[in-house]
């Protein structure tokens, strides 16, 4: 099964001088734990609701002063969106992520795939991912 049958195609998006206030408000209107950071068209990083506790909350920062390009990942991990899920899990399990980014062979961005969206999969490669990814939270 490819990536793309799974994927949420639906890519939420903020750009990088969006305030962190801003962000967390949005993922709690969407009710989604991550946002892609956007920036001329391109993705430039992500920003999940584990950053904004960790790196902004926890660092007492402003929300309102924060930028989301301070604390976002802008090591993003991406596969290809015809990819194999197992090659998903994969990734998933060796870099201990919950969420991959997806993309098209131009590199734009496709979607996301989250480990629900893998567990319509594959009950069994979603469990593996989420033991590689339990184990370091």
Do not use: W, Y
Not at 34 to 52: F, K, M, W
Not at 109 to 132: F, K, M, P, Q, T
């Amino acid at each position: 099964m490819q990536i793309q049958e799974l994927m949420t195609s639906t890519v939420h998006s903020v750009s990088p001088e969006t305030s962190v206030k801003e962000a967390a408000c949005k993922m709690n209107d969407l009710d989604v734990g991550s946002l892609a950071v956007i920036e001329n068209g391109q993705l430039c990083g992500i920003i999940t609701d584990r950053d904004i506790c960790c790196r902004c909350v926890a660092e007492d920062l402003d929300t309102f002063e924060t930028e989301v390009s301070e604390i976002m990942s802008v090591d993003v991990t991406s596969c290809f969106s015809d990819q194999d899920i197992t090659d998903a899990a994969e990734i998933m399990e060796e870099m201990q992520i919950r969420r991959v980014a997806v993309r098209n062979h131009d590199n734009s961005i496709a979607g996301v795939l989250s480990v629900d969206d893998l567990a319509r999969g594959s009950h069994n490669l979603a469990g593996e991912v989420l033991e590689a990814t339990t184990s370091m939270h």
